[in-house]
C-alpha cells in the first residue's frame, strides 16, 4: 500500500461526504468550496483587501473576483470603499455569510462526531492520534506551495 495514494483516493470523498451531510442536516445553499474558503478568510480577518485575500488563499487575483463578484451578487459578501482611495475596497462577510458559515461548522462538526462514535474505539482513537500528524502534512503541503 502506498500511503500518499491511498490518502490522496480518501481526501476528496472524504471532505464532500461532510459537504454532503452538512448541507443537508441544516438546508445550506450549495457554496462551491472556494467560496467557503473565502469566507472562512474574511469571518477569521473581518475586513479584507481582495489583493489580501487572494495572498491568503494562494490564488490568483482573479480568482478572488470572480468569486467576489458572483458572492457579492448572491448577499455573501460586502464590498466597503475606501474612506481614503475611491479606488480600492476591503472585503467583509455579510451577516448573512457569517450565520451560514456558523451553521455549516455546527453542523458539520456533529456529523462527524456521530460519524466517529459509530467507529471502533480503536479506530477513533487511531484518528485522533493522527491529527497532529495530519496538521503537520497541512503545513508541508502548504511549504510546498510557495
Do not use: C, F
Not at 11 to 34: K, S
Not at 40 to 54: I, M
Amino acid at each position: 500500500m502506498d500511503t500518499a495514494t491511498e490518502l490522496g483516493r480518501l481526501i476528496g470523498p472524504l471532505r464532500r461526504a461532510v459537504l454532503l451531510r452538512t448541507r443537508r442536516a441544516e438546508d445550506l445553499p450549495d457554496l462551491p468550496e472556494a467560496q467557503i474558503e473565502l469566507l472562512r478568510v474574511l469571518s477569521d480577518a473581518g475586513t479584507l483587501a481582495p489583493g489580501e485575500v487572494a495572498t491568503r488563499l494562494r490564488v490568483a487575483p482573479s480568482t478572488v473576483s470572480n468569486l467576489v463578484r458572483a458572492m457579492t451578487a448572491s448577499g455573501l459578501v460586502e464590498r466597503k470603499p475606501s474612506s481614503t482611495d475611491l479606488r480600492t475596497v476591503s472585503l467583509a462577510a455579510s451577516p448573512h455569510a457569517l450565520d451560514l458559515l456558523s451553521r455549516y461548522d455546527r453542523a458539520s462538526t456533529e456529523g462527524l462526531r456521530h460519524a466517529l462514535t459509530a467507529l471502533a474505539p480503536e479506530s477513533q482513537q487511531v484518528i485522533e492520534e493522527a491529527l497532529p500528524a495530519l496538521t503537520e502534512l497541512l503545513g508541508a503541503l502548504e511549504d510546498q506551495r510557495d
